[in-house]
């Protein structure tokens, strides 16, 4: 009976969580990023970064339990929360996180040249793209196909879901091609440069046919206008990754042995492609900021809350890395001002998160 009741315990708690959830793990994998790169550092800030990066990769765990659970408990669940445009979009989630947390292990990890956990990564590195690229065919294929099609006057940035893990493609490939050999290093800065590419134009593609939305049907509803803030996160991984890239050119191998200046060319041209970047990012930003704030008293908690963070996270570091590259202690000091704000939002909507689930109110 002990069995029976355990069993049917953890089936009702786990028809909670959605693909939905795993936008958690992602903001506080954000946290987690930009506390590494946080550029004026005291001394416990690296700790309180692993910390917070492994209460990510723990929320992570959790979910993946609770999901998997009802995968198999919960009959047909699987094939029908792809067939709903909400759940279709929110499952780029869960590989989202998954990449996140590659490159946060990589960062907090530092594995040294030819060590087992830097081969490990360069393995991971490809699984993640090709599976990031297969998503974005396949979750697509099946919004365009479903029988609940998304509408237009619903539009947000969660329309971008599907490419995400492929735009940051591009980030991570310029973090793990540090501390590697160059033979290995070379193919995966091309690769991240390659589907970097492919995921910034097709996310410009559907910011047209938001901001047409916007134009034709008014702002979005305040309960989702947190999504709004989505929009930031391609153009602020471009700029991420078009810095880093470019910084991380194996100058003595291959083509660029043989073309010296190219790779000092192409580091200058990044820097500026970076901040043109950066300059949409911002808009993109304060857009989604002023219609936030215009329904912030209207805007019940949900666990788009979260899209407050994680995107935003990508623009601070974006923000880090063109300070850095110009060598300016005022973007700088910015950017630190940035980190500040991300960590006390997140805490703030964590807090708004416990409150909700302590009151018994249902997310999804």
């Not at 995107?311 to 110009?326: E, H, K, M, Q």
């Amino acid at each position: 009976m002990a069995e029976v009741k355990l069993y049917r315990q953890i089936s009702r708690h786990s028809q909670k969580f959605t693909w939905s959830w795993y936008i958690m793990p992602l903001a506080t994998l954000g946290v987690a990023l930009i506390l590494d790169n946080e550029p004026h550092r005291f001394h416990a800030l690296t700790t309180i970064g692993k910390v917070v990066y492994l209460f990510a990769i723990t929320q992570f765990v959790i979910l993946t339990c609770f999901v998997t659970w009802r995968i198999f408990t919960e009959t047909g669940w699987f094939r029908r929360s792809l067939s709903r445009p909400s759940e279709a979009l929110s499952f780029a989630t869960t590989w989202l996180s998954f990449g996140n947390i590659l490159a946060g292990g990589h960062s907090y990890a530092q594995p040294r040249e030819g060590s087992h956990l830097a081969n490990a990564m360069i393995v991971f590195f490809w699984i993640y793209v090709a599976i990031a690229y297969l998503l974005s065919i396949v979750l697509n294929v099946l919004l365009y196909t479903g029988e609940d099609h998304l509408m237009l006057p619903n539009m947000t940035p969660a329309w971008m879901l599907p490419i995400f893990p492929v735009i940051l493609s591009g980030t991570i490939a310029s973090i793990i091609s540090t501390n590697i050999e160059p033979v290995h290093a070379l193919p995966i800065l091309i690769g991240g440069l390659t589907f970097q590419g492919l995921g910034t134009l097709i996310s410009l593609l559907v910011t047209a046919i938001y901001l047409h939305r916007l134009f034709r049907s008014g702002l979005p509803d305040p309960g989702v206008r947190p999504a709004m803030f989505l929009a930031v996160g391609p153009p602020a991984s471009t700029a991420i990754a078009m810095i880093r890239l470019a910084d991380n050119i194996p100058t003595s191998y291959s083509y660029f042995s043989t073309h010296p200046n190219s790779a000092y060319i192409l580091q200058v041209l990044s820097v500026f492609i970076a901040i043109f970047f950066w300059a949409y990012a911002f808009w993109m930003f304060s857009l989604a900021l002023l219609c936030c704030l215009m329904s912030f008293p209207r805007l019940p908690f949900h666990l788009s809350w979260y899209s407050f963070v994680f995107p935003n996270c990508g623009f601070t570091i974006a923000t880090i890395d063109i300070g850095r590259a110009l060598d300016s202690d005022a973007i700088l000091w910015v950017a630190t001002a940035m980190t500040l704000v991300n960590v006390v939002v997140w805490l703030f909507v964590m807090g708004a998160h416990l409150r909700t689930a302590w009151l018994g109110r249902t997310l999804s």
